[in-house]
T-cell receptor, first 114, second 112 residues
Framework: SQTIHQWPATLVQPVGSPLSLECTVE??????LYWYRQAAGRGLQLLFY??????ISSEVPQNLSASRPQDRQFILSSKKLLLSDSGFYLC?????????????FGSGTRLTVV | QQQVKQSPQSLIVQKGGIPIINCAYE??????FPWYQQFPGKGPALLIA?????SEKKEGRFTISFNKSAKQFSLHIMDSQPGDSATYFC???????????FGTGTRLTVIP
């Protein structure tokens, strides 16, 4: 069966520090991968998605970047965190190109920038 | 521009009540409409989904009603329980697309 792993679960980082969040999927190949952010009490904001290795689509210009170095690995990064980067970050996957049904989310990372 | 509009933002019902959450969309190409349930500190999980060839779908106590002409769909929770207290998101997409468009979420509280 397919599983999605996301870590760390919680993170407290000072302003100006770098960020690296990792997401991996097991049990499938060539998934679509997504990064979402959820601000407190708000909806889901799509940040990046990837349909293949090295292919990244950015939905919202901001202080963050994403990379997909391997088929089932998706990384969210920042060189210098801002206070406004605080939030709940969610990774998700779907079974392949041109497939937006069957979204499965990871358990999320609670990021607090202080 | 919000592709999917969801209401209400929050909802409080007594145990046994039937909360209803509504969503509306504009893109007539959308052909897949899922609902996600999210508990605090967790990622959203798929609850139930519908395609526009049917007007209603039931899974246990959860029902989606779909009105294609009005471009609206709603989630009904029968005999609601305190354990149903969560945030619910509607979403929509079309075949061949690479991402879902989510509503802004409804925070449901079921009072014992």
């Amino acid at each position: 069966s397919q599983t999605i792993h996301q870590w760390p679960a919680t993170l407290v980082q000072p302003v100006g520090s770098p960020l690296s969040l990792e997401c991996t999927v097991e049990g499938t190949s060539n998934p679509n991968l997504y990064w979402y952010r959820q601000a407190a009490g708000r909806g889901l904001q799509l940040l990046f998605y990837s349909v293949g290795i090295g292919q990244i689509s950015s939905e919202v210009p901001q202080n963050l970047s994403a990379s997909r170095p391997q088929d089932r690995q998706f990384i969210l990064s920042s060189k210098k965190l801002l206070l406004s980067d605080s939030g709940f970050y969610l990774c998700a996957w779907t079974p392949g190109y041109n497939r937006a049904d069957g979204y499965t989310f990871g358990s999320g990372t609670r990021l607090t920038v202080v | 521009q919000q592709q999917v509009k969801q209401s209400p933002q929050s909802l409080i019902v007594q145990k046994g009540g039937i909360p209803i959450i509504n969503c509306a969309y504009e893109n007539t190409a959308f052909d897949y409409f899922p609902w996600y349930q999210q508990f605090p500190g967790k990622g959203p999980a798929l609850l139930i989904a519908i395609r526009p060839d049917v007007s209603e779908k039931k899974e246990g106590r959860f029902t989606i009603s779909f009105n294609k002409s009005a471009k609206q769909f709603s989630l009904h929770i029968m005999d609601s329980q305190p354990g149903d207290s969560a945030t619910y998101f509607c979403a929509a997409t079309q075949t061949g697309a690479n991402n879902l468009f989510f509503g802004t979420g409804t925070r449901l509280t079921v009072i014992p």
